[in-house]
């Protein structure tokens, strides 16, 4: 009987016009880069919609001092489309999971030290539809959440 293999790989879209072929299920060096730039909202998704633990944002407010970056128009009370950066998942633990693991909040690998703040459904609608957010790869993304969930301590 031959041995299972994982899916074939997928290209998804990126951060900055990058393309990242992952194989599906399989957490790797590619599968960190795609999921840390440009695919975290899918994941995110993706793991929240299987475990129903609730999404959160990483914000960096130094964009919302600068009126050239920084409108009017604030997506969410108090935050502006600038400050949006990575997208997460809340443990119940309180740890911020994203495709690197589980995080004390303001410690997730390249946002040290932001602060992370509960995704509403206007925040997720306004990432979905962004012309500066990648179409959420989730079909892609949903192949990574058990091995994900599994890898957690």
């Known amino acids: 009987m031959p041995l299972s293999t994982l899916a074939d ?21 590619t599968a960190l880069q795609a999921f840390t730039s440009g695919q975290c909202h899918a994941l995110a998704r993706a793991v929240s919609d299987a475990t129903g633990w609730p999404m959160a944002l990483i914000v960096d407010d130094e964009c919302s001092y600068d009126p050239d970056m920084c409108c009017d128009d604030d997506i969410a009370e108090g935050l502006c489309a600038c400050q949006l950066r990575h997208v997460v998942v809340v443990h119940p633990s309180g740890q911020l999971v994203d495709i690197t693991g589980a995080h004390a909040p303001g410690t997730v690998p390249d946002w040290e030290g932001l602060q992370a703040v509960l995704m509403t459904e206007d925040l997720w609608q306004h990432i979905a539809d962004s012309p500066d957010w990648r179409t959420p790869a989730l079909d892609v993304a949903r192949t990574f959440v058990a091995p994900l969930i599994a890898s957690l301590p």
């Open 9 to 29: 790989p997928e290209t998804i879209p990126g951060a900055f016009g990058q393309s990242f072929t992952v194989t599906p299920g399989r957490i790797d060096d």
